[in-house]
């Protein structure tokens, strides 16, 4: 139930207090710390805070739009034959595409399946704790993000835990579109959705992956699956870098097209024969094409050959034109394509409570200074380390950063420690306990209980 719900309401700050008081008590009674949340109950928690919530920002219509949007370990395919493990937002890479009017009141429900942290962090306006970097939504826990969408354009959303660039790499983004009020509306078009990002599956570190993916596909419009449009129809293409090292340039065959800069009606566009968009940009691509054909588009340069090569088919037509959007269509191919089968962690509680702050007289474990490096090989020391029944043991965070002690079976979970602070649990059960960081996964420790 203590999920950690932003409110902006001083009635639902009670409720929440109410709560967690009412939580610690159970689990108090219980004979332990730790409690499960009955399936939902986070949700229903969630809702009851949203009926509360007045946003007092200005530019709002009212306008309630209302997302829940899972993290999740799933299998994918992401090219012929090449099925790996992904970091998702509801089972597919990228995840749902999300549209909302400018004004729209919007709350996203974000809830943590994972054995990791994640969040969910948005471009474009809001607060800072609807920013998606604080807090680290950790294992099992929930979180609602608030917002009034602004600007209208081509946005995305990403996993902000770190290291980020790895979140991205391995899924946790998709593109996030505001259409302009109702009196700025832009020309009816044929939309797509071009997300585009990287993949490698022996080493997501590498510069040069080998898979540059167009939503989540390597090559996903070639052939069979090609994107298909009329003689002369407006194509509008929201276009996504969720790539993690170079720009990339998206080029469109046999048409010189209209770009706005960095996805956002507010920028006068530029013709363009191709449009440079870096990392965490994106541009709003409209085009044209004057004869009927199969036509390339691309970014250009080494990504061509490794996943990011698509086709249009012009078919003839003097119109008249449905200005059609084909995103949903986009969503059902790339669930087609990718098969997720979702990975459930059974271990994942719904729901942790930090512990007191008593620190205990038994062993204790260091949690090294610069453990948040993945490149150092101490964090937790000892790293292994055995001690008797009814003992009571305390991690010390020795490092500048906040980290968790988290056993992989869900026996126990410190929550974040922050620097400097420290986690003391008593072990009654005899057992061999392999912990982690569900910050830092590399951190790694073992505690033996005979
Ligand atoms: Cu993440």
Redesign the pocket.
Known sequence: MPSENNNNNDGGKKLLAIAIVAAIASSIVAGSLFFLAPEGQALGEMDNNINNNDNDDNNSNNNKKEVTLV?EEAQIEIAPGERVKA?TYNGTVPGPTLRFTEGDNVTIHFINKTP?A??LHLHGNHDDESDGVHPQVLPGQSYNYTFVADPAGALMYH?H?YPTSL?IRMG?YGALIIDPKDDDKPEPAREFVIVMGEFDPKDQESFVPKYYLVNGYADQYMGDNMLHAKQGELVRMYVINMGTTIPYSFHLHSTIFKAYPSGLWSNDPIDAQTVEIGPGNAAMVEARWKWPGTYLFHSHGLQEERGNMGEIMVEPSQGPYEAESMIGWQHEQIEKLQKPEVVEHTAVTNATVQASSHHGTGPQVAIAKGSWDNKQKQNYSPREMSVNAGLEVTWVNQDATVHTVTDRQGAFDSSLIGAGGSWTHKFDSAGKYDYYCALHPWMEGTLTVE
Do not use: E, G, V, Y
């Open positions: 993290a970091w990791l994640h969040t996993c835990a979140h946790m």
